[in-house]
């Protein structure tokens, strides 16, 4: 369901700021939350000194007309080897390619688009991996998209049954079931059918949610519920890190570990649409690739 009236210009530049605001402070939560994880971890296990977010301002464009740009932070650390947590507010037009491929840019190709997006690669291969993004974009038309989802990299973790999955799943619902009791069936079917890797035949992960296109009409609801996923993310996934951070791992966890890291390569280089949205409107290379896993084999 979309919305009947058309903001006002100011209405929609309130609505842009805000969004963006509420992205950076989520960001800058979770590379707090983060760092804590990276000082808590057991020196015998993770020597070496506690990883830091370096982050890393980029402008889009040749640096003439301004087309907005972001924030890149990236920390390689003890705990996580490497993770991306990134901003990033870019507007001005589509190519007419890629404007026929996006709703509301058919007769406009003008566009905003801000959000904020992470994927964590672990050391330990019993800590899942995991990737979260949410986006308020404008065209002729506006909306909310996003998700979370969970990446275990060992045969026994990858199980919905699993309990860090369990946990996942049950904050990604509770933040569905405060604004809908429908968008958890939803959404939850939408990331099992998004993160499907269909040259393989089998899911990336064990899931979570995805939504897309989110317009009820109700523009401060539709904001809430997002604010609401990233809150989710906050509460679940560093309390599954802590779960797992302690367990010694072998020889060939770290090797099952980095084949199932070339799945997720796969599909963020073949299907994924943060991926193609970021090349087709001339982001920062460095930081659309940043998620791609520092290690992993094709045995």
Not at 67 to 90: A, D
Not at 215 to 223: I, L, M, R
Not at 260 to 289: M, Q
Request: proline letters at 5%; a negative charge.
């Amino acid at each position: 369901m979309s919305a009947t009236a058309k903001p006002s210009a100011d209405a929609l530049a309130d609505r842009r700021a805000r969004a963006k605001a509420w992205f950076e402070d989520l960001r800058d939560r979770i590379c707090l939350a983060f760092e804590a994880l990276e000082d808590a971890a057991d020196p015998a296990l993770y020597p070496g000194e506690a990883g830091r977010f370096e982050r890393t301002p980029w402008t889009r464009g040749d640096g003439g007309e301004d087309l907005g740009g972001g924030v890149m932070g990236m920390m390689h650390g003890r705990l996580f080897e490497k993770v991306g947590v990134h901003v990033s507010t870019v507007f001005g037009a589509f190519s007419p390619e890629f404007a026929a491929r996006v709703r509301g840019a058919e007769t406009d190709p003008r566009f905003y688009a801000t959000g904020v997006s992470l994927i964590a690669h672990m050391r330990n291969p019993h800590v899942p991996a995991v990737h979260m993004n949410t986006r308020f974009i404008t065209t002729t038309q506006s909306w909310f998209g996003g998700g979370m989802d969970l990446n275990p990299t060992q045969d026994y973790q990858r199980d919905k049954s699993f309990e860090d999955s369990v946990l996942f799943h049950q904050a990604a619902k509770a933040a569905c079931d405060a604004h809908d009791p429908a968008y958890y069936s939803r959404f939850t079917d939408w990331c099992d059918e998004y993160f499907w890797l269909k040259h393989r035949q089998e899911l990336r992960g064990t899931g979570g949610i995805f939504y897309d296109h989110l317009d009820t009409g109700d523009h401060d609801a539709d904001f809430a519920f997002t604010r609401d996923v990233g809150e989710a993310f906050v509460k679940a996934y560093p309390q599954i890190v802590r779960t797992r951070m302690d367990t010694p791992w072998s020889d060939d966890d770290r090797e099952e570990q980095l084949v199932r890291r070339g799945r997720y390569a796969e599909f963020n280089l073949l299907y994924d649409r943060g991926t193609k949205f970021g090349l087709e409107t001339g982001g920062n290379i460095n930081s659309i690739l940043s998620s791609m896993p520092p290690h992993a084999r094709w045995p």
